[in-house]
């Protein structure tokens, strides 16, 4: 009896050792995070959330994937425990079988899931994919530790998420709007009121505070005389708008990237939806890191560190939109130009200065730049499903700097504040590479 135990035992063993030997994980496929990323993406624009608060649900949810890496990893890839703010060391995994491709896939889909959305978005995708690795022949053990280690990474950054006082802005009291010349006001059709006037309150993650980088003031406000910089700034947006050739028209659709466009025919009003300017660029991060073959790991810091750009290019540029209050080109040629003159695109209510979208298009441009290569020619598709041609570019910056002067041909955003925001963002990126250290050299 005691013989036959044995062998009994010796099988089991056996047949463990084989299973675990036989499986093979497809979860280290970097194309599967890259999808992961888009179906983020995709609930992100199913639920409206602005570009801001879309950037700071990218950024939790890569670092959460990306500490699973840098656990499993630790001879090729830092922690960002003590390399951004109040983030304290994520606990080691201590289980012996993990799969940390799997489990860093759930720690995404956790956080992105808890950070800002409505309970449950990605519920689905979470027990497909769950499902699919238990189909491949992934062994129960590893599926039971690798799920616990996701947990126990996605509870501490979700416990480090809510000190970044985004709840506390959620309560704080309102913009108020001041209708002297040169400030900023509502904009039609929606005439809302101003987007996260207290953004610039949110923890930066890299950045001393919001205030770090400080844009030479823009020109002051004077449209009595003609000679003044503020009036030739004004018109110059009105001559390019009346005269736009189709290529301009398209590089402001390409990059128009509004999460929530309110079109007004007669008495019908609906809405149309496009990625946020921040989604807009997670899409270009997962292109880049394809074209380059990026092995999973790698594609997994590439797109924590550029969300962590975005995050934190949206919280400079708030700064300098509610220390500034500028006027938008819209308001000021309507006042003083031409009561009928209409944008391209539609303004999105916040203040002017400096342009949101090329403060983040130039900080994520400087990361992939700098971790991928200059002069990487590739084509951007992220528009093709909102019907917009596909557009190529000869880099990064080259993406970047376009995306910034498509805001003058829409009509929303003066040249000098797109050039501004250019440079403002590459000196945000500049902090980032300064400091902070992911892959092992």
Not at 89 to 118: M, Q, R, W, Y
Not at 125 to 142: I, Q
Not at 416 to 439: D, F, H, P, Y
């Amino acid at each position: 009896m005691h013989r036959f135990l044995l062998w009994i035992a010796g099988l089991c063993i056996l047949f463990t050792a084989c299973s675990k030997s036989d499986y093979k994980s497809f979860t280290s496929d970097p194309a599967l995070y890259r999808v992961t990323v888009k179906k983020l993406n995709d609930i992100v624009l199913e639920n409206n959330f602005p570009p801001v608060i879309a950037s700071r649900n990218y950024a939790y949810a890569n670092i959460a994937a990306y500490e699973v890496i840098a656990a499993g990893n630790p001879q090729k890839f830092h922690s960002l425990a003590g390399q951004i703010k109040h983030l304290t060391p994520v606990p080691k995994p201590v289980l012996p079988e993990i799969d940390f491709h799997f489990a860093s896939l759930l720690a995404f889909c956790t956080v992105g899931n808890a950070v800002t959305f409505p309970e449950g978005s990605m519920d689905l995708y979470v027990e497909d994919l769950k499902e699919r690795v238990k189909n491949a022949g992934m062994p129960s053990d590893v599926f039971k530790q690798s799920v616990e280690y996701a947990d126990t990474v996605s509870k501490h950054i979700m416990n480090w998420s809510k000190g970044d006082n985004y709840l506390q802005t959620r309560s704080a009291s309102k913009f108020t709007v001041k209708t002297e010349d040169g400030r900023w006001i509502p904009t039609p059709p929606m005439y809302s009121q101003a987007l996260e006037p207290h953004w610039k309150e949110i923890r930066p993650m890299v950045l001393d505070s919001a205030a770090q980088i400080i844009p030479p003031a823009p020109p002051v406000y004077n449209m009595k005389d003609t000679t003044s910089q503020f009036y030739k700034n004004a018109l110059e947006v009105k001559i390019i708008g009346d005269s736009l050739d189709e290529e301009q028209k398209h590089i402001a659709d390409f990059w128009d990237d509004n999460p929530f466009r309110l079109n007004v025919i007669g008495h019908v009003m609906y809405a149309t939806k496009k990625f946020s300017p921040g989604g807009h660029w997670m899409n270009i991060v997962g292109i880049a890191t394809e074209s380059q073959k990026s092995d999973f790991n790698t594609t997994v810091s590439i797109y924590t560190e550029a969300s962590i750009a975005l995050f934190d290019g949206f919280i400079s540029c708030w700064h300098t939109k509610f220390t500034t209050n500028y006027v938008r080109p819209e308001t000021v040629i309507n006042k003083h130009l031409d009561s009928d003159w209409r944008t391209y695109l539609q303004t999105p209510p916040f203040p002017e200065y400096s342009s949101g979208h090329a403060v983040i298009s130039s900080a994520t441009a400087e990361i992939l730049t700098a971790r991928l290569g200059d002069n990487i020619a590739f084509r951007d598709t992220s528009e093709a499903e909102f019907g917009i041609a596909d557009r190529e570019f000869k880099s990064f910056r080259a993406a970047a700097a376009e995306a910034g002067m498509s805001r003058v041909y829409g009509g929303i955003h003066y040249t000098n504040s797109c050039l501004m925001g250019t440079e403002q963002g590459k000196q945000v990126a500049g902090i980032i590479l300064s400091r902070l250290k992911l892959k092992k050299i």
